[in-house]
């Protein structure tokens, strides 16, 4: 019997079906337009409570690919958590749309969501997640790397935030060695970590969290950081990149790494603080295939997902 699977964060799949949606996205990607799983066209509605480039195109261009339709709602123009209830509009999209995608603050709004939905229900980043992100960046590591079992992977900078939570739970779901510096008062919280260590203890994984940054790049295979303002903390912007300077992703940082170690930024990026001019822009850097996987990632997660949950029109769901 089919179960209803949603993605609202990194750990929501196992190892093996983390593999599965990874190896779907590489069949995806090697013939773009085969796999029509959306073909009707069924309708994907996006919300979005915060802008977005990547994640608005790599869904649209997605479900187009997949034949589908693509509802994209921007910020404020629909009644989705301030004039009708997060229940409410989860019954009601259920019954008009195959999947709801939805970017937002607290992640507790995805969980009433999915709780509420009879389709699938995905992260497009929250406050406390961004594991479509994630799908995506480890797809590319694969392509540069091969195998993500065993490699050494490294965060640096705000590691309390969504990016560094999701790069130490998918990084583990993989079985890799995940490594997050930041600043006292900028590492993750403790259930993550926990989280992160007992997924970690069932795949061959590791995590070690620290805030020296040095130690966490030497010989790494993979680092990584992303902004030090994310969305919704504009407000703290002075003080935050006064913390955040010993974190900045530098060609002499970087040459602590493994010599044939690939620079991950989920984007948008902020040349000159988080990240070197010369590192995002140099041999090392593979954010170009990074942004490009989140469009073969998010297709092969939208397939899986309907296929899974039973409610897959096309055998090319796969
Ligand atoms: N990386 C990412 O999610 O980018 P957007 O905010 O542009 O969607
Ligand atoms: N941490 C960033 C990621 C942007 C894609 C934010 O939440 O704004």
Redesign the pocket.
Known sequence: MSTLRHFLADTDITRAEQTEILDLALAMKADRFAHRPLAGPQTVAVFFD?T?T??RVSFAAGIADLGGNALIVNPGESQLGHKESISDSAKVLSRMVSTVVWRTYAQAGLEEMAAHSSVPVINA?S?EY?PC?LLADLLTVREHKGDLAGLTMTYLG?AA???AASYLLAGVTAGMHVRLAGPEGYLPNDDVVAAGRARAAETGGSVTVTTDAAAAVSGADVVAT??W?????EDEKEERLALFGDYALTSSLLAGASDSAVVLH???AYRGFEIEAGVIDGPQSVVWDEAENRLHAQKALMAWLLARSGLATDESAG
Do not use: A, F, Y
């Open positions: 915060k977005s990547r994640t980043l406050d961004h992100q705000d935030n969504n990016m992303d902004t303002i994310s969305m919704g903390q989920c984007l948008p």
